[in-house]
């Protein structure tokens, strides 16, 4: 899979630009500030509808304009052309002009991989950011999983609601309770189910991809869910003998949307006891690991992002990391420190310098 040209309006600090890149590696260099991360955050929204960098999609649209347009002409097996329109009426996603109203049949079809530093919110930060990404990370590669994720996430709003509407009867009947706890567990433990071997799945390459990288120390992923281990009619007598609580609290106690999980360096857990540069590589190591995720089950190759590889790495890790990149996988590294990147890499590199808005190829 590779994206061999992009145009972008209105999109960030560019007015227009049109780039056509290398099936392979390219690198994008500048200082701080210039735009080399708006380049690959435009290239991850055409693929993932969504940008790395905020909640708030409309944010991208450029200061005194009212719109902003992704194009970009994507090969796979096939040649496609994909368009993202973002407006404060919202975001209209196309494939070939072909307008597609559900985002689930889109998001699967651009496999893309992407290393920030901002991931490594994903040890540091609350089981929120590490859900929030899981659930990027399976959608791109299962339909199923978003619809399943959208229905449960009713489900719990309407069950949350007449928890609540239950809290100020006297006298109640949780009959219809009882539906929606059965839907909720139903939903939760199939999201569960797909977590948990997302999770294994990754966990049959970290370990080596990280050892490849650090030369020490064996990483995995655990997963922490409520419903782990647990059969349906455990789950359910859990919420029948919660159901005074749960009412009284007005909010469901148990579910999925507690889900978590954490990064252990053998019987470590690298949020507490690792160093910034040992962190990255533990996130470098899942993405990798991704890839590998994705060659087996899709039987294609993502495109991969490395955004700001070289810093907080010496130079033996970074080579130890470009060692493990697949020749033939389409690449994007962005830097502000060309004079770090190795010269076989950059030999056999596309380059584009960014500076002030202004992107020249080298």
Known sequence: MEISSLK??????????????????????????????????????LGITKTFRSNNDNI????????????????????????????????????DNNKIVKISDYITKVNIILFNPDDLKMIKDTPSTRRKMLNIEISSINS???LLLTNYNKVLKQRNAYLKALNKKNNYDTSFLNILTEQLVTLGLKIMLIREEFINNINSYISAIYYEITHKGNLKLVYKSEFLGKTKENILKMFEKN??????????????????FEFKVDSEIVKEYSSVGEQKNSIISFKLAEIKNIEKKLHKKPILILDDLFSELDSEKINNILALMDEEMQTFITTTEIHLVDKNLLANSKIFHVSEGIVEEE
């Open 60 to 95: 991208v649209i450029k200061k005194g304009k009212n719109i902003a347009k992704i194009e970009g002409t994507i090969k796979d097996k096939i040649i496609n052309n994909y368009k993202i329109i973002i407006s404060n009426a919202g975001k209209r996603i196309k494939i």
């Open 243 to 260: 159901i005074s609580r749960e009412i009284f609290l007005g909010k469901t106690l148990f579910g999925i949307q507690h889900d978590d």
């Open 144 to 146: 199923e999983y978003l």
């Open 8 to 45: 972008l309006l209105n999109f960030r600090n560019y007015e227009s630009l049109e780039l056509k890149f290398s099936p392979k590696v390219n690198l994008i260099y500048g200082k701080n500030g210039m735009g080399k991360t708006n380049i690959i955050e435009a290239i991850y929204m």
